[in-house]
């Protein structure tokens, strides 16, 4: 299969409008609540989707989004965010993914088939697969995460149907 740059940015669009509607009007403390179940709160699933991008902006040769410190606070497996004293600030991380958005777009607009095509190990713990490849299956986790936002959103009492 190949993975071409309009299926990348057609996947990226379609998440990032998705979680632009259910962040939008929800506060710090409503980015912290959490499920009677095991999961996260939405601050950090938030967090997790945006240090993905840091990766992928990584991956692309850009700078990557946020500090080392922050991509392992909210990376895999790392402990759920509980309170505001160990969370990033939920306005900031908003405004994070409208950058990351701006800053991933263009750069897939102008990526080429060779580009896509070059096969890297970015993941030392996997084995390497094309540019592409690690693209599309960063954008498929994204938008697994994408799906979480909902439950969230309506844990936090909006009450509404965004999708």
Same mark, same amino acid.
């Given at each position: 299969?190949?993975?071409?740059?309009?299926?990348?940015?057609?996947?990226?669009?379609?998440?990032?409008?998705?979680?632009?509607?259910?962040?939008?009007?929800?506060?710090?403390?409503?980015?912290?609540?959490?499920?009677?179940?095991?999961?996260?709160?939405?601050?950090?699933?938030?967090?997790?989707? $945006?240090?993905? !991008? +840091?990766?992928?902006?990584? =991956?692309?040769?850009?700078?990557?989004?946020? &500090?080392?410190?922050?991509?392992?606070?909210?990376?895999?497996?790392?402990?759920?965010?509980?309170?505001?004293?160990?969370?990033?600030?939920?306005?900031?991380?908003?405004?994070?993914?409208?950058?990351?958005?701006?800053?991933?777009?263009?750069?897939?607009?102008?990526?080429?088939?060779?580009?896509?095509?070059?096969?890297?190990?970015?993941?030392?713990? $996997?084995?390497? !697969? +094309?540019?592409?490849?690690? =693209?599309?299956?960063?954008?498929?986790?994204? &938008?697994?995460?994408?799906?979480?936002?909902?439950?969230?959103?309506?844990?936090?009492?909006?009450?509404?149907?965004?999708?």
């Amino acid at each position: 299969m190949t993975i071409t740059a309009d299926s990348l940015i057609y996947s990226l669009e379609r998440n990032y409008d998705t979680l632009s509607k259910q962040v939008d009007g929800i506060s710090d403390a409503e980015s912290l609540l959490q499920l009677p179940f095991r999961g996260n709160c939405m601050n950090w699933v938030l967090g997790h989707i $945006l240090q993905s !991008r +840091s990766n992928m902006l990584r =991956l692309l040769g850009g700078e990557p989004l946020w &500090t080392p410190e922050q991509i392992t606070r909210y990376g895999r497996n790392a402990r759920p965010v509980l309170d505001a004293s160990d969370a990033l600030p939920f306005a900031k991380m908003v405004a994070d993914l409208h950058t990351s958005q701006s800053l991933l777009l263009p750069r897939l607009k102008s990526i080429t088939q060779a580009e896509l095509d070059t096969e890297t190990p970015f993941f030392p713990t $996997l084995p390497p !697969r +094309s540019i592409g490849g690690w =693209l599309m299956m960063m954008l498929w986790h994204e &938008t697994y995460h994408t799906g979480n936002t909902e439950s969230l959103r309506q844990l936090a009492g909006k009450d509404d149907q965004v999708m």
